[in-house]
T-cell receptor
Framework: EPEVTQTPSHQVTQMGQEVILRCVPI?????FYWYRQILGQKVEFLVS????????KSEIFDDQFSVERPDGSNFTLKIRSTKLEDSAMYFC????????????FGSGTQLSVL | AQKITQTQPGMFVQEKEAVTLDCTYD???????LFWYKQPSSGEMIFLIY??????QNATEGRYSLNFQKARKSANLVISASQLGDSAMYFC???????????????FGKGTKLSVIP
């Protein structure tokens, strides 16, 4: 079965550094998302992306965050200057379209900011 | 007010028995969707089942079924014939709004940790 692929599975970085988290959504999907889960807490929506632009974003998704679909397959989340509180599991997700009710998540990237 | 409430932080079930994980939701939107995801200790989020607010029948996917009681705003997950591999965190989530907007901004509950006992 097709799956959403995320790399790396773990990322350790120093506070203030930039990180890029990478995702390859399912190939015929058109809607892409980033969510995060701080350890022991709820999964939280960050941003949705469709037709090469952000369609929705949460309060968490401030100017330090950006997303990009640089080519036909990759979908990236960049954090410009990481903070300690950015430490979390980051999930990429994709869906085929508005009539497809299944939202598929990747296996996540565990980001640790030191 | 919490949009998704999962009142059971932890549950135990004997292998081969059925178990029900509770989820209640709060929305004034007539069009919404309810999801259940499984998160094993390895961390990935695995889609289990979906129920739309206008669906007439309760959703089923293999051993998973969703007991949807719209008037009570509950969407409980029933796992039949539990297996050791079912031990995981289970999250209930909701999407509000017309699906045609293509929005999958899900609101998640805090989760229920299910432990299956041999």
């Amino acid at each position: 079965e097709p799956e959403v692929t995320q790399t790396p599975s773990h990322q350790v970085t120093q506070m203030g550094q930039e990180v890029i988290l990478r995702c390859v959504p399912i190939s015929n999907h058109l809607y892409f998302y980033w969510y995060r889960q701080i350890l022991g807490q709820k999964v939280e929506f960050l941003v949705s992306f469709y037709n090469n632009e952000i369609s929705e974003k949460s309060e968490i998704f401030d100017d330090q965050f950006s997303v990009e679909r640089p080519d036909g397959s990759n979908f990236t989340l960049k954090i410009r200057s990481t903070k300690l509180e950015d430490s979390a599991m980051y999930f990429c997700a994709s869906a085929q379209g508005p009539t497809n009710e299944k939202l598929f998540f990747g296996s996540g990237t565990q980001l640790s900011v030191l | 007010a919490q949009k998704i409430t999962q009142t059971q932080p932890g549950m135990f079930v004997q292998e081969k028995e059925a178990v029900t994980l509770d989820c209640t939701y709060d929305t004034s939107d007539p069009s919404y969707g309810l999801f259940w995801y499984k998160q094993p200790s390895s961390g990935e989020m695995i889609f289990l089942i979906y129920q739309g607010s206008y669906d007439q029948q309760n959703a089923t996917e293999g051993r998973y079924s969703l007991n949807f009681q719209k008037a009570r705003k509950s969407a409980n997950l029933v796992i039949s014939a539990s297996q050791l591999g079912d031990s995981a965190m289970y999250f209930c989530a909701m999407r509000e709004g017309w699906s045609g907007a293509g929005s999958y901004q899900l609101t998640f509950g805090k989760g229920t940790k299910l432990s299956v006992i041999p």
